[in-house]
């Protein structure tokens, strides 16, 4: 889904008032739906703009919230190093989920906006897959749920998730093993579970575990997803 870049940043308000930035693209047309697309551990940065972009070329309105604006603005990390342990700082220990979820909301609504009142899915990447299930389950107004190796689902497999949800693993993924996909199944057979033989981070064609063949298929399958569940409402 890369390319030159083809959106814009804006500005999302939160229920409380706080402003956050996103980056937003729209389709060439009028859009099919929104997709709110959730970062990884390593904020609104290239590849996901990338994503972004590539929703909208796909007729969707598609929007990445820059979830770390609360701890620090305007956060792009890359996937080594000093950086990687940056990301699992701010995503896993210093970011206040409740706010998070609220500005996720915000972001929903500003999508159904930005869309013309059309339906609004989320799509979620490692940290964001997570984030993505947790839409699924608290948040109003969201149609359907894309979780890309989403890490921690398993402990908050309890959750009931209100819209269609989607999931996507890979079965080398070192972070998820089999057994917590198998326990997510167990517990949610309404779910769609799809695994790849793929490592963590499959999709991302920025890092040394990109799979295309994976990330295609996994691609085709969202799409898909996105088209029965924001097309037909």
Aim: charge should be negative.
């Amino acid at each position: 889904m890369g390319g030159a870049a083809m959106g814009r940043k804006v500005r999302v308000s939160s229920a409380d008032g706080f402003s956050l930035g996103a980056y937003c693209a729209a389709p060439a047309g009028e859009p099919a739906g929104a997709v709110v697309v959730i970062q990884e551990i390593f904020g609104v940065n290239g590849h996901i703009r990338d994503v972004v972009d590539g929703y909208a070329r796909s007729g969707y309105f598609a929007i990445a919230p820059q979830l770390f604006d609360r701890l620090e603005r305007d956060v792009e990390l890359g996937y080594e190093g000093a950086d990687m342990q940056r990301g699992i700082q701010l995503a896993l220990q210093q970011l206040d989920r409740r706010l998070a979820l609220q500005d996720l909301q915000a972001t929903v609504a500003f999508a159904a906006g930005e869309s013309g009142g059309r339906a609004v899915g989320v799509v979620g990447y490692c940290f964001g897959g997570l984030m993505s299930w947790l839409c699924a389950c608290e948040l109003d107004s969201v149609s359907g749920a894309v979780c890309y190796y989403g890490g921690g689902i398993a402990g908050v497999a309890e959750l009931k998730p209100r819209c269609p949800v989607l999931m996507h693993f890979g079965e080398r993924d070192a972070h998820i093993p089999m057994s917590d996909v198998e326990k997510i199944r167990a517990a949610h057979p309404e779910v769609s579970v799809q695994v790849y033989a793929a490592d963590h981070g499959f999709n991302c064609d920025h890092r040394a575990s990109y799979d295309k063949e994976s990330a295609d298929l996994a691609l085709e399958r969202t799409l898909n997803f996105f088209r029965q569940h924001l097309q037909d409402n």
